[in-house]
T-cell receptor, first 112, second 114 residues
């Protein structure tokens, strides 16, 4: 079982719609959860971090964490063409020295 | 504030050749990471330094990969000899010391092994 799984294929959403991305993780003791955005040919950029169960909102982005079910999600409201990118879920392992385990990413394409 | 610097940005080599990558972290960041990102996958940690000491190198293929951070600032990652499957983007990241600090990534070095 992979540490962090992002199984959805490319997601196409019309401009202005909500994009929803999901991620599951295997280590029940994981403490910190992150969403990175990676444009094609560029390096990952942190857009959201979440540490406790529930929702965390930052502008058009909302991260949701459910530790009991071991999943974390990202919602992008009012999607814009500039949101077209690959979104990487990353998990910080319990006791890890800030070692992040990344999922393979989900590509989002926002159609104008 | 200057970001993480990496060089070169691109490198093409033949298999069995050697190659080295350089990284200069954000000033004041004690922790430095090297990741390998193969096309279509997420980054995989190769090695983590805290100042000039190795914290985690459990996923570093030590028969061919080596890394150093002698003065606790910049770092070099070397591959010798390279294999075709080493073709990837090598990302350097840095963070302040601490368990949950944000990692900032450099632009990466795209390595192609022919």
């Amino acid at each position: 079982q992979k540490e962090v799984e992002q199984n959805s294929g490319p997601l196409s959403v019309p401009e202005g719609a909500i994009a929803s991305l999901n991620c599951t993780y295997s280590d029940r003791g994981s403490q910190s959860f992150f969403w990175y955005r990676q444009y094609s040919g560029k390096s990952p950029e942190l857009i959201m971090s979440i540490y406790s169960n529930g929702d965390k909102e930052d502008g058009r982005f909302t991260a949701q964490l459910n530790k009991a079910s071991q999943y974390v999600s990202l919602l992008i409201r009012d999607s814009q063409p500039s949101d077209s990118a690959t979104y990487l879920c990353a998990v910080n392992r319990l006791g890890g020295n800030n070692r992040l385990a990344f999922g393979k990413g989900n590509q989002v394409v926002v159609i104008p | 504030e200057a970001g993480v610097a990496q060089s070169p940005r691109y490198k093409i080599i033949e298999k069995r050749q050697s190659v080295a990558f350089w990284c200069n972290p954000i000033s004041g960041h004690a922790t430095l990471y090297w990741y390998q990102q193969i096309l279509g996958q997420g980054p995989k940690l190769l090695i983590q330094f805290q100042n000039n000491g190795v914290v985690d190198d459990s996923q570093l293929p030590k028969d061919r990969f080596s890394a150093e951070r002698l003065k606790g600032v910049d770092s070099t990652l070397k591959i010798q000899p390279a294999k075709l499957e080493d073709s990837a983007v090598y990302l350097c990241a840095s963070s302040l010391a601490g368990a949950v600090d944000t990692q900032y990534f450099g632009p990466g070095t795209r390595l192609t092994v022919l």
